[in-house]
């Protein structure tokens, strides 16, 4: 069993940046590939990125990418989503979460084939 804590979020001016972090416990991290996921309000959770448990393979959705990067730490056993060029749109409640099997593309934004979950840390970005 794996629990995962996320914090950085906050309120930020379009524009800057903000840096996520996902902490894990629990269990061993590098059995885990670990995902980014957002919700705004009435909306369906939307996948970001996605990396495996090396660090080598990295995913993301056309929404965010070449603004959001997401890596992690094995020896801190934590992942990190680096958010730049942030715009209100951007706003939303951010959820890591963590898969025990290997990532494969056709399955990155279901949320269902994560096994874990973080509580959600609420990002909010103002023009």
């Known amino acids: 069993q794996v629990q995962l804590v996320e914090s950085g979020g906050g309120l930020v001016q379009a524009g800057g940046s903000l840096r996520l972090s996902c902490a894990t416990s629990g269990g061993t991290f590098t059995r885990y590939a670990v995902a980014w996921f957002r919700q705004a309000p009435g909306k369906e959770r939307e996948f970001l990125a996605a990396?495996?448990?090396?660090?080598?393979?990295?995913y993301y959705a056309d929404s965010v990418k070449g603004r959001f990067t997401i890596s992690r730490d094995n020896a801190k056993k934590t992942a990190y989503l680096l958010m730049d060029s942030l715009r209100p749109e951007d706003t939303a409640v951010y959820y890591c979460?963590?898969?025990?099997?290997?990532?494969?593309?056709?399955?990155?934004?279901?949320?269902?084939?994560?096994?874990?979950w973080g509580q959600g840390t609420q990002v909010t970005v103002s023009s």
């Open positions: 990396i495996n448990w090396s660090g080598v393979s990295r």
């Open positions: 979460a963590a898969r025990s099997k290997a990532l494969i593309a056709t399955m990155l934004g279901i949320p269902d084939e994560y096994d874990f």
